[in-house]
């Protein structure tokens, strides 16, 4: 059976939910009209959620992105200690990264084309309720009560069958926009334990590493101005082949204490 | 006849057209029963685009009710399926 007929029962059985039998055809009017006021009050309000969906995804880019420039910064440190190992594994983990940043920035298209439509929708509806509102006005006083059951009667099919179609491409963005908030919902616990993009501890990791060798670069350098000062103050030019005294007895039982 | 294009307009297509409207819908609805998702793309695609060229947009101000109703021209065979599938249950 032909599509559209199909199509064009099922939006017929929508609208006739929507329909109010007033006594009055005129009273209709008005009724329809607070129905259109009351849709274009859930269009906007979708509107309102789907850019707060589109907002927390960009804040979730933004953080997965600064955790990437982060392993970059670690993964040339480590190359600069000579330890590629390192530099390695922070390219690893920037890679896993960039594959969450592509995956983000497609459900961000997505999430803004649902609200470019709705925002269309939003706009759509807007001119249908400033044409209704003079529109009923003109009917109520022009049409004697014999037409207006015919007249006003196509009048607020036609009205309540726009509100369908609206409801129906709310109820569309919104069914995209939940599959998308589950996910960006996942996505915040995965953020926040490290658990998918490894982000807290493994960059922490790599951190530590890079952190240890400095430490110990700095030691290895205190270390060796030590010597040089010890060098310089012995007589011989050399460093004290047995301790000597009280001063040098003092100082092995302080390495082993600590 | 007045023609809806789901999410986006009303259109007045004249009754002669019917014919070749009738033809693009035959080939969306091989396309839905056959599962292809290309052909129903391209079908639906044809439809929406026919009504568009072949009709006269209404104006803000024209309250009728559609006789004929296209799927929304972006959807997908899944979608439109259950779209069609969402007819009986909810009557009344």
């Known amino acids: 059976m032909s599509v559209m007929k199909r199509l064009s029962g099922i939006v017929q059985a929508k609208t006739n939910k929507l329909l109010d039998k007033a006594e009055d055809p005129r009273e209709s009017l008005d009724l329809s009209y607070q129905k259109q006021l009351e849709s274009l009050q859930k269009v906007r309000r979708s509107v309102a959620d789907v850019t707060t969906a589109k907002k927390r995804i960009e804040l979730q880019a933004t953080q997965i992105q600064q955790q990437a420039d982060k392993l970059q910064q670690q993964a040339k440190a480590a190359l600069s200690q000579g330890n590629e190992d390192l530099a390695r594994e922070a390219l690893a983990r920037r890679a896993a990264l960039a594959d969450q940043l592509a995956d983000l920035q497609t459900q961000h298209q997505q999430v803004a084309a649902q609200e470019a439509k709705l925002i269309d929708t939003a706009k759509k509806l807007q001119a249908q309720v400033d044409a209704f509102r003079t529109k009923k006005e003109t009917m109520k006083a022009t049409y004697t009560a014999a037409e207006a059951q015919t007249k006003i009667g196509e009048a607020v099919s036609g009205i309540s069958e726009s509100m369908s179609d609206a409801g129906m491409s709310i109820q569309r963005a919104q069914d995209k926009i939940d599959s998308m908030q589950a996910r960006a919902g996942a996505m915040d616990e995965l953020l926040a334990s490290g658990a998918l993009t490894n982000l807290n501890q493994p960059v922490d990791d790599i951190q530590a590493q890079l952190d240890k060798v400095q430490a110990t670069d700095a030691v290895d350098n205190e270390l060796a101005a030590m010597k040089a000062e010890l060098a310089a103050d012995s007589p011989s030019g050399e460093l004290p082949a047995a301790p000597t005294g009280a001063t040098a007895v003092e100082a092995p039982s302080d390495g082993a204490a600590s | ?92």
């Open chain 2, 1 to 92: 006849m007045i023609v809806r294009i789901l999410g986006e307009a009303q259109y007045e297509v004249p009754d002669d057209h019917q014919g070749d409207l009738d033809a693009l819908d035959a080939a969306l609805v091989k396309a839905v029963d056959s599962g292809d998702e290309a052909a129903f793309l391209v079908a639906l695609r044809a439809l929406a685009d026919d009504v568009r060229k072949k009709g006269q947009l209404l104006a803000d101000d024209d309250f009728v009710p559609s006789h004929l109703v296209v799927p929304f021209a972006d959807s997908s065979l899944e979608e439109t399926r259950q779209l069609l599938a969402d007819a009986r249950p909810d009557e009344g």
